[in-house]
């Protein structure tokens, strides 16, 4: 198939045109003994390149341990390329001068909800960025109650975190950095630590953030359900970007998917496995109402 | 639960007190502070008395909340006024086996329990009517001064916030951390005092273990967002005097005035 061809190298864009580029990245964790021995070098981001374009939403999906928070440190300068360079809208992240401006471009979620959240009082968290930047007092208000209403949170500006649920401190974590007016937002298993109800509020809100305000998203997880919204798809593993491609691309590869450990959404899992009993449904389903139009015309067709 | 201790104990209400600058409740509360130490006239503990209570009533805070605060300290203050009581020497009014109590001793217990009385509660009324936020940042505020020191204001008061911030979250995680021990068999209650501090070991250790987690995917948070130190920080909610601030000022002013005067007089 020509789409195969496609996925094996990375998109050539041209270079003006993409917001982020990555060349070459590799970066290594060094282990020390007490007398600063080398005793290990794990390699958790091993040549990978990769461009995104300014609007676009990217998924990043592997296992654990295979370098994808590695890989978002780099975007916002918490970590420098040892090898390679990132770009991040015309900016070398190594460049110390930068630093502040490409942390405010490119803001971060993280993981664990109560280990990013600042301040003692919802609304002081959120204004935590901004006043770090030295924005004015009046635009810190202005900023705070539009980034809080954005991610439905108002209500809850005088609220302590800790009284939170985890759907909402991550809303919360988002609106902080959504105060910032960044490009680009990178969440790092936003979701990981959250229940079903939560982990749908803050997808829901990472795609609004796309589609509303055009902010482009990179999204890191390794729930399936997560990426089939998003405009394309990297998959990494040991520190490499083993496939590139829109969902229905990528999940169209189910057995190379289960080598790395991955497993596919399940409407998508059922339907690989109706097709390998001979069913003949296309690659890559996504959604529940996909499969059920394609069952509905085969069963016409048979009559 | 756990997570509803919230620290300072702030006592949502709103009222001329709670609106109040936060540095003018902080130097408020420690001239008053100072006022109780100077003299040790009854007047004086009078006045500071009544002025307390018209700051109480002020503050529309509950009198059984203020007296909830006197709780933890009932111990401290019964046992300064057996100490005091029994071993001031002076004139002896009673005697038995070898303690005497004397005049001089119940003055000076008396006036001991007057002023711890007094401290607490003046000190409890700023916590019940300031956020630990404004507290902080009043803090940073009249430390200032400091800087020309070479204090590090602005890095002491951003730890303050941070360790209210987590001291809920971590007081939590013991908890669970606890329970976790208990399913596993852990005895927290049983031997003597040695033997009961052993067994908290297997809490310490993941506690700090998580606490360092914490602290370094904080402090990645805090870079994330720009954080580089107190240098080109504005501010969210800077502080302001305002009119009422000046007319407390002039009150507080007042007050001193009336307690030396008291105290030298009579
Ligand atoms: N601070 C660190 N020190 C040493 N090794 C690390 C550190 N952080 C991550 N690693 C290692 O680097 C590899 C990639 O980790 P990471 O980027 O966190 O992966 P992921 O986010 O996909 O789980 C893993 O093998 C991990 O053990
Ligand atoms: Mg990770």
């Not at chain 2, 919230?6 to 006022?35: E, F, M, N, W």
Request: aromatic share 8%.
């Amino acid at each position: 198939m020509k789409k195969k061809n496609k996925d094996k190298q990375p998109s050539i864009l041209k270079k003006a045109s993409s917001f982020l580029s990555i060349r070459n990245l590799k970066y290594e964790y060094i282990r020390r003994d007490e007398e600063n021995n080398v005793e290990g070098i794990t390699t958790a981001v091993d040549d990978v390149s990769f461009d995104v374009k300014a609007g676009e939403f990217i998924a990043v999906l592997g296992h654990n341990g295979s370098g994808k928070s590695t890989l978002a440190k780099h975007i916002n300068a918490i970590l420098f390329p040892e090898e390679g360079e990132v770009i991040l809208d015309g900016m070398d992240t190594k460049d110390e001068e930068k630093l502040l401006d490409i942390r405010r471009t490119a803001g971060m979620v993280f993981q664990n909800p109560d280990n990013q959240i600042i301040g003692q009082v919802v609304d002081e968290d959120v204004a935590f960025g901004p006043e770090n930047m030295g924005v004015p007092t009046a635009e810190i208000a202005q900023r705070v109650e539009e980034s809080l209403k954005t991610l439905g949170m108002w209500e809850f500006r005088n609220a302590s975190p800790n009284r939170l649920s985890g759907g909402q401190k991550q809303r919360v974590s988002i609106a902080s950095v959504i105060a910032m007016h960044p490009k680009c937002i990178i969440l790092d298993e936003p979701t990981a630590m959250l229940d079903p109800r939560g982990r749908y509020e803050v997808i829901r809100a990472a795609r609004a953030l796309n589609e509303v305000e055009g902010i482009t998203v990179i999204l890191i997880t390794h729930y399936m359900e997560e990426v089939i919204h998003a405009h394309r798809v990297l998959v990494m593993d040991k520190g490499k970007v083993k496939m590139e491609g829109t969902p229905r691309e990528i999940f169209s590869r189910v057995e190379e998917l289960k080598r790395m450990r991955l497993t596919v959404p399940q409407i998508t899992e059922l339907a690989w496995e109706l097709k390998k009993e001979g069913l003949p449904l296309s690659d890559g389903i996504l959604t529940r109402e996909e499969l059920v139009r394609e069952l509905t015309e085969y069963k016409h067709r048979k009559g | 639960m756990i997570r509803d201790i919230t620290l300072g104990q702030y006592y949502q209400k709103d009222s001329l007190i709670h609106r109040l600058d936060p540095r003018t409740k902080l130097v408020g509360t420690l001239a008053y502070l100072v006022s109780l130490f100077i003299f040790t006239r009854p007047l004086v503990f009078a006045l500071a008395a009544v002025f307390l209570i018209l700051v109480l009533i002020l503050s529309r805070v509950p009198f059984s909340y203020m007296l909830k605060g006197l709780k933890p300290i009932l111990f401290i203050l019964i046992f300064t006024l057996i100490i005091n009581m029994l071993f001031t020497r002076g004139t002896v009014i009673f005697s038995w086996w070898k303690l005497n109590i004397t005049i001089e001793g119940l003055k000076q217990a008396g006036s001991m329990g007057i002023r711890l009385v007094l401290l607490i509660l003046g000190s409890n009324l700023m916590t019940l009517t300031t956020t630990p936020t404004r507290l902080t940042n009043a803090m940073e505020h009249l430390m200032r001064p400091l800087k020309l020191l070479r204090v590090p204001v602005h890095e002491i008061a951003m730890m303050m916030s941070i360790a209210l911030r987590f001291i809920p979250i971590l007081l939590e995680e013991t908890d669970r951390i606890m329970k976790a021990q208990l399913a596993r068999g852990a005895d927290f209650e049983s031997g003597n005092a040695i033997k009961k501090a052993k067994s908290f070991v297997p809490v310490l250790v993941p506690l700090f273990i998580s606490a360092f987690r914490r602290a370094n995917d904080l402090a990645m948070a805090m870079e994330a967002r720009c954080y580089h130190g107190g240098k080109g920080r504005t501010q969210y909610k800077p502080l302001k005097y305002k009119g009422r601030d000046f007319a407390a000022y002039t009150v507080l002013i007042l007050y001193i005035a009336a307690v030396v005067v008291l105290g030298k007089l009579c």
